[in-house]
C-alpha cells in the first residue's frame, strides 16, 4: 500500500505563494489519482485539486481554480500543490490523498490519506 507524507507548508502573507509537496512510496503510484484536500479549523474537509494519471486530467475546486496548480512527478513518486495568490480563507490543514477511483462524476472515496500539513495565510 501507497504511503503518502506532505512538506512545505508555512505561513505566508496574503498575496504570496506556496508549494505543497507530497511523496508516495510503493510501487504503485501511478494506478492512483492524487488529490488534496484542506480542513480549517470547524469546518468541513473539503476538496482542492486533483491529478488523475490514467484519465490523463487534473481537477480543481472553484475557490482555487487560477490560483492553485497540481502537477505529477512519477519519477520522485511526487504529487505538488502550487499555491499563489494565497488568501486568509486558504488557511487549513492540506492532507494529500489517493484513490483508485475516477473523478468524472465527482469526488470519489480516498482510500489514503497523508498525515497534513498546515498552511498559514495572514491578511
Known amino acids: 500500500q501507497v504511503q503518502l507524507v506532505e512538506s512545505g507548508g508555512g505561513s505566508v502573507q496574503a498575496g504570496g505563494s506556496l508549494r505543497l509537496s507530497c511523496t508516495g512510496s510503493g510501487r504503485t503510484f501511478t494506478n492512483y489519482a492524487m488529490g488534496w484536500f484542506r480542513q480549517a479549523p470547524g469546518k468541513e474537509r473539503e476538496f482542492v485539486a486533483a491529478f488523475s494519471w490514467s484519465q490523463g486530467s487534473t481537477y480543481y475546486s472553484d475557490s482555487v481554480k487560477g490560483r492553485f496548480t497540481i502537477s505529477r512527478d512519477n519519477a520522485k513518486n511526487t504529487v505538488y500543490l502550487q499555491m499563489n495568490s494565497l488568501k486568509p480563507e486558504d488557511t487549513a490543514v492540506y492532507y494529500c490523498?489517493?484513490?483508485?477511483?475516477?473523478?468524472?462524476?465527482?469526488?470519489?472515496?480516498?482510500?489514503?490519506w497523508g498525515p497534513g500539513t498546515q498552511v498559514t495565510v495572514s491578511s
Open positions: 490523498a489517493a484513490t483508485r477511483g475516477t473523478y468524472y462524476n465527482g469526488i470519489p472515496p480516498q482510500e489514503l
